[in-house]
């Protein structure tokens, strides 16, 4: 046997375990927010009422004009009502 080969793949192997357990984490991330895109965008209770897009999958618009533009979402209301209508 060549005792080189298995020496090698003694040093070499934690770096391997590494790459595969971070592989194996991001496809599970990524798995996670596809489900999560495709829950609140079909199988969601409040699915079927129109929308911004990027408000009916995540918060990042409100995030937005919550911190950087200072409070600034519910200025936005007005327009999001006679773009999309009223809900009653």
């Not at 991001?26 to 495709?38: E, K, N, P, T």
Request: proline share 6%; net charge positive; charged share 15%.
């Amino acid at each position: 046997m060549n005792t080189r080969f298995f020496e090698q793949l003694r040093q070499e192997s934690p770096k391997i375990l590494g790459w595969n357990a971070l592989a194996v984490v991001s496809g599970f991330c990524v798995a996670y927010l596809v489900g999560q895109l495709i829950y609140r965008l079909t199988f969601h209770p409040l699915a079927k009422f129109p929308g911004p897009f990027l408000c009916r999958i995540s918060y990042l618009q409100q995030c937005y004009y919550e911190a950087i533009l200072n409070g600034k979402f519910l200025e936005k209301f007005p327009k999001y009502h006679q773009k999309y209508g009223t809900f009653s």
